[in-house]
């Protein structure tokens, strides 16, 4: 017979055998190989950890715990932590004691507990939701455990007034509006959200000066109140009035952007130097100017020490940030009702996730609803990296030169791919003309009356001249064998060189070389 119940000291030597068990010794978190460490988790107050004995002779052959320290010290959010069972006294209904003794020890403590789940198999999704855990999302590559990379799924359960303290209306941008409408049904919330797809983000603004936080600048850093007691976009388990001791003993780290030698923000993160990932908490900043550059910044910084991916858990009720931060690659992959609590309301959060090396399709298990999860999800990061290919592409057309990465990067969100047969038709003479394509992939005839008068190759482009004068196509396009073309709406790019009008000054000019040497071709 077993018995589920809080562990004790004599316990750790028991929990170590059983992580080495299960996990043998190259299991990288070598906190759970350290029996001081064992014994501080056992004692500590952040911590919930539960272990399965043998009754008679009071033998670990489980353990659990739930870290109630991943949000801000209101948030009352704890995360369910690793559950394992020994190999010998596995489907004996352990896990189902272990996940009901943690429920038991939280449930006065937490208003919010998630699960990121395995899915190397299904066992631990299965017995979360079988404990009215709730999928909400769904993270790609998340996990790095002995050198394999394992997605995650991500699950939910309130508790208290968690819910009735939810702030309602959240406002997301249209490439939100899947996940978070799934994740609300799934959490028995009505959908309530406002879908904004005209917010656009943040300036993009270079002139600034970097460097890491350290303690001369953190008094400066404290007086302002955007991002840390206003306007917060961006929420975490770290805040900068913690005290910089305890950012420096939590692996944390602040990149401030300066203007003329004075502070004007700053970003903070953390760093997991095992899983190669990074998170940011904090995003601190006296005006809209230098957001788009401290994230860019922290993206640059997070490349060069060999980070994988960066998580960010974002504000659902500003498209702003979310729209920023989809134009510098983050994709949205969690969306977590009443997750922060902020003012006076709980908040919802949208998880976003930056790859930074290469993205691959691991094989999963999933239950029913995680793979509905997992379908959207994996959507949208496979489109975006059949977008990172073509990039690539634009550099080389001539309609697109002198921009940088950061406009090509605006351009290529309001682009969408679409592939033509050979010997279909793209357009005919006369049509109306309402889109630029370019030739990512294939060749395209250009004809005349029936008459063949050009062919236009990979990095070109068909109906660009209509951006002037909006006139109907003089000629028609066919496709030559199977051709891959990006497509942009006139109307689209038209809106983009509206609000950016840096973009719009690079296309015309280079719009004006285009025109200009087909007449000097044509002696006009």
Same mark, same amino acid.
């Given at each position: 017979?077993?018995?589920?119940?809080?562990?004790?000291? /004599?316990?750790?030597?028991?929990?170590?055998?059983?992580?080495?068990?299960?996990?043998?010794?190259?299991?990288?978190?070598?906190?759970?190989?350290?029996?001081?460490?064992?014994?501080?988790?056992?004692?500590?107050?952040?911590?919930?950890?539960?272990?399965?004995?043998?009754?008679?002779?009071?033998?670990?052959?489980?353990?659990?715990?739930?870290?109630?320290?991943?949000?801000? +010290?209101?948030? %009352?959010?704890?995360?369910?932590?690793?559950?394992?069972?020994?190999?010998?006294?596995?489907?004996?209904? #352990?896990?189902? %004691?272990?996940?009901?003794?943690?429920?038991?020890?939280?449930?006065?403590?937490?208003?919010?507990?998630?699960?990121?789940?395995?899915?190397?198999?299904?066992? /631990?999704?299965?017995?979360?939701?079988?404990?009215?855990? $709730?999928?909400?999302?769904?993270?790609?590559?998340?996990?790095?455990?002995?050198?394999?990379?394992?997605?995650?799924?991500?699950?939910?359960?309130?508790?208290?007034?968690?819910? /009735?303290?939810?702030?309602?209306?959240?406002?997301?941008?249209?490439?939100? +509006?899947? &996940?978070?409408?799934?994740?609300?049904?799934?959490?028995?919330?009505?959908?309530?959200?406002? &879908?904004?797809?005209?917010?656009?983000?943040?300036?993009?603004? !270079?002139?600034?000066?970097?460097?890491?936080?350290?303690?001369?600048?953190?008094?400066?850093?404290?007086?302002?109140? =955007?991002?840390?007691?206003?306007?917060?976009?961006?929420?975490?388990? @770290?805040?900068?009035? +913690?005290?910089?001791?305890?950012?420096?003993?939590?692996?944390?780290?602040?990149?401030?952007?300066?203007?003329?030698?004075?502070?004007?923000?700053?970003?903070?993160?953390?760093?997991?130097?095992?899983?190669?990932?990074?998170?940011?908490?904090?995003?601190?900043?006296?005006?809209?100017?230098?957001?788009?550059?401290?994230?860019?910044?922290?993206?640059?910084?997070?490349?060069?020490?060999?980070?994988?991916?960066?998580?960010?858990?974002?504000?659902?009720?500003?498209? =702003?940030?979310?729209?920023?931060? %989809?134009?510098?690659?983050?994709?949205?992959?969690?969306?977590?009702?009443?997750?922060?609590?902020?003012?006076?309301?709980?908040?919802?959060? &949208?998880? @976003?996730?930056?790859?930074?090396?290469?993205?691959?399709?691991?094989?999963?298990?999933?239950?029913?609803?995680?793979?509905? @999860?997992?379908?959207?999800?994996?959507?949208?990061?496979?489109?975006?990296?059949?977008?990172?290919?073509?990039?690539?592409?634009?550099?080389?057309?001539?309609?697109?030169?002198?921009?940088?990465?950061?406009?090509?990067? =605006?351009?290529?969100?309001?682009?969408?791919?679409?592939?033509?047969?050979?010997?279909?038709?793209?357009?005919?003479?006369?049509?109306?003309?309402?889109?630029?394509?370019?030739?990512?992939?294939?060749?395209?005839?250009?004809?005349?009356?029936?008459?063949?008068?050009?062919?236009?190759?990979?990095?070109?482009?068909?109906?660009?001249?209509?951006?002037?004068?909006?006139?109907?196509?003089?000629?028609?396009?066919?496709?030559?064998?199977?051709?891959?073309?990006?497509?942009?709406?006139?109307?689209?790019?038209?809106?983009? @060189?509206?609000?950016?009008? !840096?973009?719009?000054?690079?296309?015309?000019?280079?719009?004006?070389?285009? #025109?200009?040497?087909?007449?000097? $071709?044509?002696?006009?």
């Amino acid at each position: 017979m077993y018995e589920v119940r809080k562990a004790q000291d /004599s316990d750790v030597v028991g929990i170590k055998e059983l992580f080495i068990c299960t996990y043998g010794e190259k299991y990288p978190y070598h906190q759970f190989f350290d029996l001081w460490s064992l014994k501080k988790m056992c004692f500590d107050d952040d911590y919930a950890f539960i272990v399965c004995v043998e009754k008679e002779t009071q033998r670990v052959v489980g353990s659990a715990s739930v870290v109630m320290n991943i949000g801000a +010290y209101a948030d %009352l959010v704890g995360e369910f932590g690793r559950l394992i069972v020994h190999p010998d006294a596995r489907k004996q209904g #352990l896990a189902q %004691l272990l996940m009901e003794g943690r429920l038991q020890a939280i449930k006065d403590r937490l208003h919010v507990a998630i699960v990121d789940a395995r899915t190397a198999h299904p066992y /631990s999704q299965k017995v979360a939701e079988k404990n009215n855990f $709730r999928v909400v999302g769904f993270l790609p590559q998340y996990l790095s455990i002995l050198d394999q990379h394992e997605s995650v799924s991500l699950l939910v359960q309130y508790f208290g007034n968690a819910l /009735s303290l939810r702030k309602h209306n959240p406002c997301i941008v249209p490439e939100v +509006y899947h &996940i978070a409408a799934t994740a609300m049904r799934n959490v028995g919330i009505d959908f309530d959200a406002v &879908i904004d797809e005209k917010t656009q983000a943040y300036p993009y603004k !270079d002139t600034y000066t970097t460097e890491e936080l350290t303690t001369t600048g953190y008094s400066h850093l404290l007086r302002i109140q =955007r991002g840390r007691l206003k306007n917060r976009e961006v929420f975490g388990s @770290m805040r900068l009035h +913690y005290g910089f001791f305890k950012l420096n003993a939590k692996n944390a780290h602040y990149i401030i952007a300066k203007e003329n030698g004075n502070i004007v923000g700053a970003i903070g993160y953390s760093v997991d130097d095992i899983g190669k990932a990074a998170k940011v908490f904090e995003l601190i900043s006296i005006d809209d100017q230098c957001i788009y550059f401290l994230i860019q910044q922290m993206q640059k910084k997070c490349k060069e020490i060999g980070m994988r991916h960066i998580e960010i858990d974002v504000s659902g009720y500003s498209p =702003r940030i979310q729209r920023t931060l %989809l134009e510098l690659q983050f994709l949205p992959a969690g969306y977590i009702p009443a997750f922060a609590f902020h003012d006076v309301e709980r908040y919802d959060v &949208i998880k @976003m996730i930056n790859i930074l090396d290469s993205f691959e399709q691991n094989p999963y298990c999933t239950t029913e609803k995680g793979q509905e @999860m997992a379908d959207i999800v994996f959507k949208e990061f496979i489109k975006q990296n059949s977008y990172n290919k073509i990039h690539d592409c634009m550099k080389q057309v001539k309609l697109f030169e002198s921009l940088n990465s950061e406009q090509l990067q =605006r351009i290529s969100l309001i682009s969408s791919i679409r592939f033509f047969e050979d010997q279909q038709t793209i357009f005919n003479q006369g049509d109306t003309s309402q889109e630029l394509y370019i030739i990512v992939q294939g060749e395209v005839e250009i004809s005349q009356n029936d008459k063949k008068i050009a062919t236009v190759h990979n990095c070109e482009c068909l109906g660009e001249m209509s951006l002037v004068d909006s006139t109907s196509h003089s000629a028609a396009a066919t496709a030559k064998q199977q051709v891959k073309t990006l497509v942009i709406l006139h109307q689209d790019i038209k809106e983009l @060189m509206r609000v950016r009008s !840096d973009i719009a000054a690079l296309l015309y000019k280079n719009l004006a070389r285009s #025109l200009s040497a087909k007449l000097r $071709r044509n002696n006009l």
